[in-house]
Nanobody
Framework: QEQLVESGGGSVQPGGSLRLSCAPSGSISSIHSWGWARQTPGKSSRELLA????????YYADSVKGRFTISRDDANNTVYLQMNNVQPEDTAVYYC?????????WGQGTQVTVSS
């Protein structure tokens, strides 16, 4: 599995914006897709939020559609999650993931807290 490094988490007020970044620690080839998911306290599973395929096609969960945008920088092998109009219910640990062939690699997670 690949090592993914996430950054950009933190505290933000409701209605604010935040951008998360994720990049592998080494070079990777044959990437199929990138994605972001989150996990809130007390929940055992992660909610898949957004995904971007190598052809540029994107998918979003209804909970974030219209507010969050996934994008990638192929030159730097970095994927981003732009989070706009965040709300308290967006508070969670956010994880990026990477599909290479049949293997899925996950980042270590970054905390996002939305509160006034």
């Amino acid at each position: 599995q690949e090592q993914l490094v996430e950054s950009g988490g933190g505290s933000v007020q409701p209605g604010g914006s935040l951008r998360l970044s994720c990049a592998p620690s080494g070079s990777i080839s044959s990437i199929h897709s990138w994605g972001w998911a989150r996990q809130t306290p007390g929940k055992s599973s992660r909610e898949l939020l957004a995904r971007i395929i190598t052809d540029g096609t994107t998918y979003y969960a209804d909970s974030v559609k219209g507010r969050f945008t996934i994008s990638r920088d192929d030159a730097n092998n970095t994927v981003y999650l732009q989070m706009n109009n965040v709300q308290p219910e967006d508070t969670a640990v956010y994880y990026c993931y990477l599909n290479v062939g049949s293997t899925v690699s996950w980042g270590q997670g970054t905390q996002v807290t939305v509160s006034s």
